[in-house]
């Protein structure tokens, strides 16, 4: 790997303090495009984690006490420094995980969008008060306040592909709800994490709030997850990942955002031109690499062949090359997920399937692939790719495309596509999903609406409202009041 003659070592944040590791190891993070290394983070120790959530819960303590007014101020300061900041960020964040430049920016404002929406959000929420005379042999001489307080020390893991976005809707409302929080980046996203993490600390946030630790997850994943001093984790990223930490991080609450196969029905009453544009940039953008991405479509037979005559046409018209010049499609985040997706492709041609559109690769540059007549025996029918491949399975009625979108491990979005209202809402009420879309693509957002996955997709609710509420808990107070 070569090395960019001005990339930076960084360092990572604790206490408020830049330090360097006692380590002294750095890890290189390369670009997936320009294919050199775009910097260095630093790969801390056991001692550090420890150190940085022992100062964690020393500030949140007095942290719990300040107002929402108090707390909101260094939030406000945060989402503006970040837009003021848009295109240091966003060069970082293409560079890094090769992002479209135009997508990272908006990546970045609707960042700050997010947490001067979670501020609001937290200013308004209420707590309750309940008399004690509504249960049987109750009186009113008994008054309970249910107020929410905050957790403790939130461990917050994102994943690589919104390094900005999917990290700070943990921090904003953690902290706005009260606690402290240990951040910990995807490594190919640490920079842009650090990034991040430079305009809250420029904000003022008092030492020992926010701790960013880096390292691969690898090395100190299992320690963070199970160290005694965290009180509650929120992760995105892969289901194999999030279910070994559910596993290990027994007793404290936990919310996962995990890994996705959403389906698009197209009933044969479709707007079939709508439908395939939709399909299209659902299945695409950032080459695939969103959770929400479609990754299978499951179509009427009657209508597939021109559903499919209608993908193709849209897939040539997609731009293939550099984030630079705001490709679609991208090279994807390192050469294994590449050998990944092409291995899915392979399996899919061995058994039968047809390829309409593209299987072709240049080093982890997958062009955009169309698989038609996929069957259930075909291992792309129900992996996450993570890549710019899309497989199609005819289906003879409803029913069927309910049973195959089902059978899938995972639970994320799923989108119907078909002119019957009526249609819409019966199979929204029968496929088991977080959320279903009727004509639209599968995506996130806005990012107050509730976000969920089921089955193999996660565990929990995030969307602004949500994510406090997750980290915060009830608590009663009862007064109880002489005659
Ligand atoms: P990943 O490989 O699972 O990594 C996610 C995070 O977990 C990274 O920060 C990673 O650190 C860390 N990690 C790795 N091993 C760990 C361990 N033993 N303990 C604790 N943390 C550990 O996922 P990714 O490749 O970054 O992201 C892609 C996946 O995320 C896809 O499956 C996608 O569907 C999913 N995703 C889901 C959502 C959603 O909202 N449902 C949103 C975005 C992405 P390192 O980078 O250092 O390994």
New binding site residues.
């Given amino acids: 790997m070569t090395t960019e003659p001005n990339a930076i070592t960084y360092k990572f944040y604790i206490n408020g303090e830049w330090r360097e590791s006692k380590s002294g190891q750095t890890i290189e993070i390369q670009s997936p495009y320009l294919r050199n290394s775009v910097g260095k983070i630093q790969a801390i120790t056991h001692d550090e984690v420890d150190e940085a959530i022992h100062s964690a819960h020393l500030s949140q303590k007095k942290w719990a006490y300040s107002s929402l007014q108090e707390r909101a101020t260094y939030l406000y300061k945060w989402a503006d420094n970040l837009v003021e900041k848009q295109d240091e960020i966003a060069k970082i964040i293409m560079q890094e995980v090769g992002k479209g430049y135009q997508d990272a920016k908006k990546e970045v404002v609707r960042t700050a969008d997010f947490i001067r929406y979670t501020v609001e959000e937290a200013l308004h929420m209420h707590g309750e008060s309940m008399m004690g005379d509504s249960f049987p042999g109750g009186s009113k001489s008994k008054l309970a306040i249910v107020s929410r307080v905050p957790l403790g020390v939130i461990l917050a ?6 390094p900005i976005n ?1 990290a700070a809707s943990k921090v904003a409302p953690a902290l706005m709800a009260g606690n402290a929080v240990i951040f ?6 640490a920079i842009s994490g650090t990034k991040m993490i430079e305009a809250l600390d420029q904000a003022g946030l008092p030492k020992g709030l926010i701790s960013l630790v880096t ?4 090395v100190i ?2 320690y ?2 199970e160290h005694k001093g965290i009180n509650m984790i929120s ?8 279910m ?2 559910a596993q290990k991080a027994a007793k404290i609450p936990l919310v996962l ?4 196969k959403d389906p698009a029905i197209v009933r044969e009453d479709a707007d079939l031109l709508e439908a395939a544009k939709h399909i299209i940039s659902g299945a695409f953008s950032y080459s695939g ?4 991405a479609i990754k299978r479509v499951l179509v009427h037979e009657s209508v597939a062949d021109t559903l499919v005559s209608l993908l193709k046409a849209e897939v040539e018209k997609l731009s293939v090359g550099s984030p630079e010049k705001d490709s679609v499609i991208v090279p994807l ?1 390192d050469d294994v997920s590449a050998d990944y997706v092409q291995g899915l492709v392979n399996d899919a041609v061995e058994k039968g399937a047809t390829v309409i559109v593209g299987n072709k690769r240049e080093h982890n540059l997958i062009y955009p692939t169309l698989i038609d007549h996929v069957t259930r025996e075909m291992t792309v029918a129900w992996e ?1 790719p ?1 890549g710019p491949i899309l497989p199609i399975i005819r289906v003879s009625s409803d029913q069927e495309a309910i049973d195959i979108a089902n059978e899938s491990e995972f639970g ?1 979005q799923a989108s119907v596509f078909t002119s019957d209202i009526n249609k819409a809402l019966t199979i929204a009420n029968l496929i088991d999903t977080g959320t279903i879309q009727i004509n639209s693509r599968t995506e ?1 957002g806005p990012d107050h609406f509730p ?1 969920i ?1 089921v089955k193999g ?2 565990m929990g609710v ?1 969307g602004i409202h949500k994510s406090l509420e997750s980290m915060t808990r009830e608590k009663v107070t009862v007064l109880n009041i002489k005659d």
């Fill in positions: 893991i994102s994943p690589f592909n919104y999917l910990k980046p995807a490594t190919n996203g390292g691969r997850g690898s994943g299992d963070l997850v992760f995105t990223g892969g289901t194999k990942t999030g070994n930490l955002e995990l890994g996705g690499q969103r959770c929400t985040i996450e993570f994320l996130r976000f996955g997709s996660g995030q």
